[in-house]
């Protein structure tokens, strides 16, 4: 499995770090409330399909990535800086 | 049918033309007190506890596949309560007493082998944090022993105990710990299940779950409607899936994690043991395969299969851990879908719509819990109270923050655990 890095280029997986669904980059202002925080940080969509992840580029550029990716093929359909 | 040695030894003398189906293949009902959604070890256990402890039997048990075809169908087979925290604990002590008499309750031989648990400790600061296992063991009432360097040579002596990275300081010794031949529990569940009268009902799919007015009416499946005075979610690795039928989101990320079998060997592994290096543990099938794994791929995953980085990862563990492995072939490898919640625990807890209930979030842990599991979502179902063994199973724990079980003490939040 091979993520394309847009500074480095396609490099094997074990240079990234998978950190989560790609909605921790929208994190929520400290008073949206209880609901928000809770689906913020728990609640997932968790497709079985498309989904979005982050991933960071620990033993490369360290960039923060998000990654448009198939969850049942593990196809990658983009690869953009987050 | 009871199944006996002298059924077996007469059917064998006769030409084995006695042996009856295991279970029925009924048609779907209009309607069942319970729907169970998920045929799998979990599901099936609940349609048994609640037809032997409840007398509920108007069940039925929806498989979009075939019975077991699931987690329960492929795993590493480890059953174990060695739990630490309040809520795990209980609940897993409780599973092992229940393993301790299921071939009595079930009529089947589910080959459960209390052929003993070691967890291999490297550091002094390891063995002070499986000391603190031990005695939490003990003080739930379960067994546990500390060994020494010599204590765990007498037990595991082909062991590389002088590693330079992970010499071998001793091990936690779990004697009723062991193993269980996984498609048997599914099988002794659903015979002895269908024996009661559940309707096990296979290719059905849940395509809808029908709610009015905040109450749960029955469900939509590819065999035709369904409706349901209750409706449990039993479905592991696919409950997100499931629970958005009812416009549920939950806290639940379904991640993969590989296992691997080799070739059939003479037995050399008579325990289950665990390497305290990080996440490894191997022991020996009946068949002589040795069945080990490791951790999660760690990337979100419905593909059933993972990649040569973590299988790499896993066979450099084995290595480390017993050199001698090198000899063997590895002869298949699978990948389940793991349903991972953000305090690695699981949930047994109704849900905000009336009628809908949910028992997931087993992480990569489900088989062990099997009975506890059965029982206890038998008893909500059945009581609408949570049994006193999973009471802290909560699904609003991570929104109030109160009542985490985060075992491995790395924080209450998706992908640490």
């Known amino acids: 499995m091979r993520l394309t890095c847009p500074f480095c280029g396609a490099r094997d997986l074990r240079e990234f770090s998978y950190t989560g669904a790609a909605v921790l980059c929208d994190r929520p202002a400290p008073d949206a409330g209880a609901d928000v925080w809770d689906s913020y940080l728990h609640l997932r969509d968790n497709p079985a399909g498309v989904t979005r992840d982050l991933w960071y580029h620990g033993a490369g550029c360290c960039a923060w990535l998000v990654v448009e990716r198939d969850t049942v093929s593990h196809a990658v359909l983009s690869v953009v800086l987050g | ?417």
């Open chain 2, 1 to 417: 049918m009871r199944y006996n040695a002298l059924r077996l030894l007469k059917e064998g003398l006769t030409g084995n033309r006695g042996w009856v189906p295991v279970w029925r293949d009924p048609v779907p009902q209009a309607a069942y007190d319970i729907v169970i959604i998920g045929g799998g070890g979990h599901g099936l256990a609940t349609a048994w506890y609640l037809a032997r402890e409840h007398g509920i039997t108007n069940v039925a048990v929806l498989e979009r596949g075939y019975l077991g075809g699931g987690n329960i169908g492929r795993n590493t087979t480890i059953v174990r309560a060695n739990y630490f925290l309040p809520g795990n604990a209980e609940f897993y002590s409780h599973s092992l007493k229940l393993w301790e008499g299921l071939e009595a309750d079930l009529n089947y031989n589910v080959m459960h082998s209390q052929r003993g648990l070691i967890n291999l400790f490297h550091s002094d600061g390891q063995r002070d944090a499986f000391v603190r296992r031990g005695n939490a063991m003990i003080a739930q009432g379960d067994d546990a022993v500390l060994l020494d360097r010599d204590g765990v040579r007498r037990h595991l002596p082909y062991l590389d105990f002088d590693n330079p990275r992970f010499p071998v300081y001793g091990g936690l010794l779990h004697p009723r710990g062991g193993t269980a031949r996984h498609d048997a529990v599914a099988w002794g569940y659903a015979r002895a299940a269908d024996r009661r009268g559940v309707d096990l009902i296979q290719q059905c799919e849940v395509t809808g779950i029908d709610v009015q007015g905040g109450r749960v009416t029955g469900v939509q499946t590819t065999r035709g409607a369904i409706r349901a005075k209750k409706v449990a979610i039993v479905t592991a690795g696919r409950s997100g899936q499931v629970a958005a039928l009812a416009g549920l989101r939950l806290p639940i990320e379904s991640h993969v994690l590989q296992a691997f079998v080799t070739e059939g060997l003479k037995p050399v592994i008579d325990h289950v043991v665990s390497f305290g290096m990080g996440h490894f543990y191997i022991s020996q099938s009946d068949k002589g395969g040795l069945v080990f794994g490791g951790d999660l791929d760690f990337y979100a995953s419905y593909a059933q299969r993972g990649n040569l980085p973590m299988m790499e990862h896993v066979m450099e563990a084995a290595m480390t851990l017993m050199p001698v492995i090198g000899h063997a072939n590895v002869l298949r490898s699978w990948g389940g879908i793991m349903d991972m919640t953000p305090d690695g625990s699981p949930i047994i807890d109704r849900t905000d719509i009336d009628g809908l209930y949910l028992d997931c979030g087993w992480c990569y842990g489900g088989f062990k819990a099997v009975p506890a599991s059965g029982f206890a979502l038998a008893h909500l179902l059945a009581t609408d109270r949570p049994h006193e063994t999973a009471a802290r199973f909560r699904l609003d724990r991570f929104r109030t923050g109160a009542g985490l079980m985060d075992e491995e003490g790395t924080g209450a939040q998706h992908n640490l655990h």
